[in-house]
Nanobody, 116 residues
Framework: QVQLVESGGGLVQPGGSLRLSCAAS????????MSWYRQTPGKERELVAA????????NYADSVKGRFTISRDNAKNTVYLQMNSLKPEDTAVYYC?????????WGQGTQVTVSS
């Protein structure tokens, strides 16, 4: 059974940090590109950060460059999103995505709320 399970979300004050994790199982996750997306009510899901299977190349949305870092541990089938200097506009449900050719898998999402 294919699963992507996100964890690490929660409530944090502006300027704070969180680290999201996404544990993959049921497929060869190490050969997939992995990404984090986020979505707020009434808006389309947007790409936040992506990392290729080898982990040597990453891509970030302009809004998070310099604040967020995506990484992966292929031995643990896990991808991470380190989020620093969080802003209220980072509040969203964050989703993990795995993609290889025409196959794509999604996690159930984890809520991140940035508020004082």
């Amino acid at each position: 059974q294919v699963q992507l399970v996100e964890s690490g979300g929660g409530l944090v004050q502006p300027g704070g940090s969180l680290r999201l994790s996404c544990a993959a199982s049921g497929f060869a996750a190490s050969s997939y590109a992995m990404s984090w997306y986020r979505q707020t009510p009434g808006k389309e899901r947007e790409l936040v950060a992506a990392i290729i299977s080898a982990g040597s190349s990453t891509n970030y949305a302009d809004s998070v460059k310099g604040r967020f870092t995506i990484s992966r541990d292929n031995a643990k089938n896990t991808v991470y999103l380190q989020m620093n200097s969080l802003k209220p506009e980072d509040t969203a449900v964050y989703y993990c995505n795995a993609q290889k050719l025409l196959r794509t898998y999604w996690g159930q999402g984890t809520q991140v709320t940035v508020s004082s």
